[in-house]
């Protein structure tokens, strides 16, 4: 009993020094992004422009103490999830200063091209690619005015450093409120027997983090995209899969978790429903889905405007009708039921089982 004490005692610790460390590699991460992005708009001054002509908000105001109140609560949040040992501190900050400054410059390169084809209003220019198969039409655009649409190697490469300048360097901490809702939920599971699907996986980020906190279930990543799942291999080490998530490659009742991160928002209101019934056929009964994706204006009333601008100047075309979607209504056509919810910053997630039968 007393050797049980000691293991538990030196656990705590080495979790506590762990949260150190994650508030100190956010700090600096936070620092570094927000710099980065902040030197990107200042150059192509994204907001002059005629989407900021056209932009007629509905809502107030942001209420930029909310604002930094929701930025601040996702790194505490993260790091108080690391100190409680629900998944590991995490490597995803600018660790190798020249990695880093590579990173930067090429991100802050690219942004004077997505700043042009942000002034042509060319969101589709990405159906040009000549990419070998067929992708659903909704696929093939420039979500963010991103160069390459989904189809190159440069766009996955430079997907993380997109994002996290954008959100001043709280992507990463944002998607783990997911990682920290199934941790909690299978706390003390033997995780040798899991089988856990990452859909729309993207460039391997959150694919990443899964493999820290669960090493021992059987893992994979799946993504539309063969470049970002050249990407999502090479980050996270993992075996993935090039399938459509309209139509899971997995037999029914099969797995026991399927994450599914900020794709939503990305879909047409028609096909919102057929992922949710896919993503449900595939989980066993007592399986869980997490879902991260964007916050919406019911959440933080506060923020709604910040919402409403961001398909605006981001070409988001199935946005807002995104914000206005009543999720767990929609996963609950799919069989799925509520039972755990996350926020931090701009970002929501939710716990959803699929009942035992």
């Not at 001054?45 to 209420?63: L, Y």
């Not at 409120?177 to 199934?182: F, H, K, N």
């Not at 299978?186 to 090493?215: E, M, N, Q, V, Y």
Request: aromatic share 10%; proline share 5%.
């Amino acid at each position: 009993m007393d050797e049980l004490k000691v293991d538990a005692q030196r656990a705590r610790g080495a979790f506590a020094v762990d949260a150190v460390s994650q508030r100190a590699r956010a700090a600096v991460k936070a620092a570094w992004w927000t710099a980065t992005g902040s030197l990107a708009r200042s150059l192509t001054q994204p907001t002059k422009g005629e989407q900021a002509r056209r932009f007629a908000p509905k809502s107030g105001p942001t209420v930029k103490t909310s604002l930094r109140q929701a930025y601040l609560e996702a790194f505490e949040k993260d790091a108080r999830d690391v100190a409680a040992g629900l998944y590991p501190a995490a490597d995803d900050g600018p660790v190798r200063p020249s990695a880093s400054l590579r990173e930067a410059a090429d991100f802050i390169a690219d942004a004077f091209e997505v700043d042009q084809r942000r002034r042509r209003g060319d969101g589709v220019e990405a159906r040009n690619e000549d990419n070998g198969r067929a992708y659903p039409n909704y696929y093939r655009q420039n979500f963010h005015y991103q160069s390459g649409g989904w189809f190159t190697a440069e766009s996955a490469r430079r997907y993380e450093a997109q994002v996290e300048a954008l959100f001043s360097g709280t992507a990463g901490a944002m998607r783990r409120r997911g990682l920290s809702l199934l941790a909690r939920h299978w706390r003390g599971r033997d995780h040798r027997d899991a089988k856990i699907l990452d859909a729309a996986c993207g460039s391997g980020a959150f694919l990443k983090d899964l493999k820290a906190t669960f090493p021992r279930a059987a893992i994979a990543g799946l993504d539309l995209s063969a470049a970002y799942l050249a990407e999502a291999r090479k980050r996270a080490g993992i075996g993935a899969i090039q399938a459509n998530v309209e139509a899971l490659p997995f037999a029914e009742s099969s797995l026991d978790a399927v994450t599914c991160v900020y794709l939503f928002h990305e879909l047409p209101p028609r096909v919102r429903p057929v992922v949710a019934a896919s993503l449900a056929r595939v989980l066993k009964p007592g399986g869980v889905l997490v879902f991260v994706d964007s916050i919406q204006p019911v959440d933080t009333p506060d923020l709604a405007r910040l919402l409403e601008a961001f398909p605006v100047y981001f070409h988001e075309p199935y946005y807002g009708t995104y914000a206005e979607t009543d999720l767990p209504a929609l996963f609950a056509e799919a069989g799925l039921r509520v039972i755990g919810e996350d926020r931090a910053f701009l970002t929501k997630a939710l716990l959803l089982e699929k009942p035992k039968t």
